[in-house]
């Protein structure tokens, strides 16, 4: 079987979760260069970029984000057919119930994390059922 070429994109506001969430993804080998983003504007040139090499993402995405939230970032994706070969992963800082109610709105969005990522967030993603064949 082919290797899909899979790139990790980091999206959120605070530049310091984006450098712990780099580290974390880089010290546990998941992937050696992740792509940071400050905003979902930003994140979305890229993606509308590279989409066409036939590139898979896997993107931590933060909820609340000024100029766009998580949610219009997705709801962006889906409106420019960019959806199918986007993996989502929310990473948050909110406990909400709404916030984990929402998130089963969107079948795009295979895993929930609370900031900051920890080894087991990493290691769980790595074995994620959607994730696994990609990133073997």
Do not use: C
Request: aromatic residues 6%.
């Amino acid at each position: 079987m082919e290797k899909k070429e899979v790139e990790f994109l980091l999206v959120d506001d605070d530049r310091i979760v984006l450098m712990l969430h780099e580290a974390s993804l880089i010290r546990n080998k998941v992937t050696s260069e992740p792509k940071s983003f400050l905003n979902g504007p930003e994140a979305l040139a890229y993606i509308r970029e590279q989409y066409p090499k036939g590139k898979h993402f896997v993107i931590l995405l933060d909820i609340y984000m000024p100029e766009m939230d998580g949610w219009e970032f997705i709801e962006t994706l889906r409106d420019e057919d960019m959806i199918e070969r986007s993996h989502i992963i929310i990473v948050t800082s909110s406990v909400d119930i709404p916030d984990r109610l929402k998130v089963e709105e969107y079948p795009e969005v295979i895993h929930m994390v609370i900031k900051a990522l920890k080894k087991q967030d990493v290691e769980e993603i790595r074995k994620h059922p959607k994730l696994a064949p990609l990133l073997h």
